[in-house]
């Protein structure tokens, strides 16, 4: 089993930048793709952007050149570097992880095996 406890969500302002952070225990996730995805109230839960084990990423077409996501297998720990961020980015913000991907990148919840509790994320304008 894999626990993953996201944090560094917070209050901001439009423009500002915010880093979350997943941190991973009970197995390492080194061979793992792991994801990132946000749900706004009242809203389905959305892919913002994954990593996979060679550290491939792909982003949502919303958060591309504004998101960066990053791995760093020796802590067991995911990123999630939030540039210009805007109103409609406050969700939500989940950690996922898909054991199963052998390297690939999958973009549907129901890939991912293990997911965190979620830190909240909220922009103001």
């Known amino acids: 089993q894999v626990q993953l406890v996201e944090s560094g969500g917070r209050l901001v302002q439009a423009g500002d930048s915010l880093r979350l952070s997943c941190a991973a225990s009970?197995?390492?996730?080194?061979?793992?793709?792991m994801g990132w995805f946000r749900q706004a109230h009242g809203k389905e839960r959305e892919f913002v952007a994954a990593?996979?084990?060679?550290?491939?990423?792909y982003y949502a077409d919303s958060v591309k050149g504004r998101f960066t996501i990053s791995r760093d297998n020796a802590k067991n720990t995911v990123y999630l570097q939030m540039n210009s961020l805007k109103p409609e980015d406050t969700a939500v913000y989940y950690c996922a992880a898909d054991q199963s991907a052998q390297g690939a990148i999958r973009l549907g919840t129901n890939e991912y095996d293990y997911w965190g509790q979620g830190t909240q994320v909220t922009v103001s304008s």
């Open positions: 009970g197995r390492t996730i080194s061979t793992y793709t």
């Open positions: 990593i996979s084990w060679i550290h491939a990423t």
